[in-house]
DNA sequence: AGATGTAGTTGTATAGTACAACGTGAATTG
DNA sequence: CAATTCACGTTGTACTATACAACTACATCT
């Protein structure tokens, strides 16, 4: 085994220990949104609304599950529907203020478990870890 | 915001967006074991047996959750259990013949795909960015 | 106007998960 | 040593996330 593939191996490995864990340490640091509540309501926040399928596709998800997902949603109040009146087959999703304020919410507990996780890191690190992950991640979307 | 604050940003983004994606890649990779089959017959495999509370304890799993998915497992005949001649309460699991295989199948095509993301990066980024997934893996750990 | 296509919902089924209650065997302790 | 307590695992029950297929409603194109 060459170096390489001890690295790959590594890589791997770790991704995997981290996607195992993911959804529960989402569960833990904001029990009210789900990982992937959590998901869809920082895409719409962050697009600016858009629509379910968009969602969908973005996500890889069926259809049926972002529409349920989002109806779960906006029974909790935090997502709101507009009809685009261009095409009634159309909803633009949004935040409500509520849905915006437990993004915001989660985003900072979230961001602070991060934070404290890489306190001890280096900027230098930090940044190449960051470059690192884009750089993995830009691949995988490619390829589907 | 500082430059850290962007970085810690990219981090949490990517690995989320990673998370995200992780079963469905699983599925895709190794349609006969899902993620979890896969990180339990890969721990029997790499502990050379254990027992189900000692999976439950390691993935923070309900014991209940250990004791399917090792059911689904027997039934597929991946797995065996071997009663403890110490303790007749203990059952050490033990992938069989056929698990081992499709475990070996399964890590190869995982190992390949990763290669093949990983297959335009150099040596020496390659092994930081293992280094820098341990790190953060480990840190993690401690925290519970 | 009719055929075809697109957005979203709903019915149904399945997997993964947790919690609680339980059975069984081991260990401890009065 | 008998009784209690503890550890390991299973089963009942419930819930969430998910997919696929069938459907409704609207839009577009010929």
């Keep these: 085994m060459t170096q390489r593939d001890a690295s790959v191996e590594i890589i791997q490995r770790q991704l995997t220990a981290f996607a195992r864990r993911a959804r529960a340490t989402a569960a833990r640091i904001h029990p009210e949104l789900s990982l992937v509540s959590y998901t869809l309501l920082a895409h719409l926040d962050d697009q600016q609304g858009c629509r379910a399928t968009d969602l969908a596709a973005h996500y890889l998800l069926d259809k049926s599950t972002v529409s349920r997902q989002i109806a779960a949603l906006e029974k909790l109040g935090f997502v709101e ?7 009634h087959r159309v ?10 304020a437990v993004l915001s919410n989660a985003m900072t507990s979230r961001r602070q ?3 404290e996780r890489l306190a001890d890191w280096d900027a230098a690190d930090l940044d190449r870890f960051a470059s690192y992950l884009l750089r993995y991640n830009a691949a995988q979307e490619l390829k589907g």
């Design 81 to 87: 529907r507009r009809v685009d009146p261009e095409d």
């Design 91 to 100: 909803q633009v999703l949004h935040p409500t203020p509520a849905g915006a």
């Design 113 to 115: 478990a991060f934070h």
